[in-house]
Nanobody, 124 residues
Framework: QVQLVESGGGLAQAGGSLRLSCTSSGRTLRIYTMAWFRQAPGKEREFVAAISGGGSSTKYADSVKGRFTISRDNAKNTLFLQMDRLESEDAAVYFC?????????????????WGQGTQVTVSS
């Protein structure tokens, strides 16, 4: 069983930075493709970024490309999302997710395991 727990959310000013983390207290994450999704009030959950099990492949939503960086430390069983140059539109609940690898990085919500989410608020 993979149990994911996010942390690092909070309040940041527009143009500022936050770093989200996601850890698992269960199975090791190194074999899983991992991703971040977000959901703003009244909107559907949307893909943010994904990373392969070894960390060599990444994919980003166009809206965050060049501002956000996804990474992972398999030795620490932790996934990260470094968010720089935050914009008001980035405010949302951020979820980490995991799934078995398929050879391509999945950008839809077809992930098997999800965390509870962490709130990111951006003040202008």
């Amino acid at each position: 069983q993979v149990q994911l727990v996010e942390s690092g959310g909070g309040l940041a000013q527009a143009g500022g930075s936050l770093r989200l983390s996601c850890t698992s207290s269960g199975r090791t994450l190194r074999i899983y493709t991992m991703a971040w999704f977000r959901q703003a009030p009244g909107k559907e959950r949307e893909f943010v970024a994904a990373i392969s099990g070894g960390g060599s492949s990444t994919k980003y939503a166009d809206s965050v490309k060049g501002r956000f960086t996804i990474s992972r430390d398999n030795a620490k069983n932790t996934l990260f999302l470094q968010m720089d140059r935050l914009e008001s539109e980035d405010a949302a609940v951020y979820f980490c997710a995991a799934r078995a690898p398929t050879g391509v990085l999945i950008t839809t919500a077809n992930y098997n395991y999800w965390g509870q989410g962490t709130q990111v608020t951006v003040s202008s």
